[in-house]
């Protein structure tokens, strides 16, 4: 069954959609990544939409190997950080409306200059995060 059409906040409840375009909506939990791996087996073929706040440089580094992604700014100011060929890419990303694609299987991080809101458009099927990007 589909989720209600809404209002949904995209912070607070982001949707999932599966590989047959399904969507449903799951509420943010402490857990809620190790949640979408036991409610979504492998989370194969399926793509997390989310919008994500954050002011402070994130701790980890994370990549997707199985599509790119895309990242939209809302508002904010930030430094999204792709790992490539060995070196770190900046993309300063400061007006809202613009995005990044991540290519897939590219590591990535992001180190705000100022409070920072992103919509994420992600395909979650094995979705590694590291402290350093690895090799």
């Keep these: 069954m ?17 590989p047959s375009g399904r969507a449903a909506v799951k509420s943010m939990s402490p ?14 073929g399926h793509v997390l939409i989310q919008r994500f ?10 990549r ?15 430094d999204f950080v792709l790992w490539r060929d060995g070196a ?11 995005y ?4 897939q299987g590219v590591w990535h991080t992001a180190r705000p200059h100022a409070p920072t809101v992103m919509l994420f458009v992600t395909p979650g099927e094995g979705t590694e995060n590291a402290q350093t990007p690895a090799p």
């Design 2 to 18: 589909s989720p209600r059409p809404g209002p949904h906040d995209g912070g607070a409840n982001p949707v999932i959609f599966a």
């Design 31 to 44: 857990a809620f990544y190790e949640e979408l791996e036991r409610e979504f087996p492998d989370f194969a």
């Design 53 to 62: 706040a954050f002011e402070t440089p994130w701790r980890t580094w994370e």
């Design 64 to 78: 997707h190997p199985k599509g790119d992604e895309y990242v939209y700014l809302l508002s904010g100011d930030t």
């Design 88 to 98: 770190e890419e900046i993309v300063r990303v400061n007006a809202p409306g613009t």
């Design 100 to 103: 990044v694609i991540v290519p």
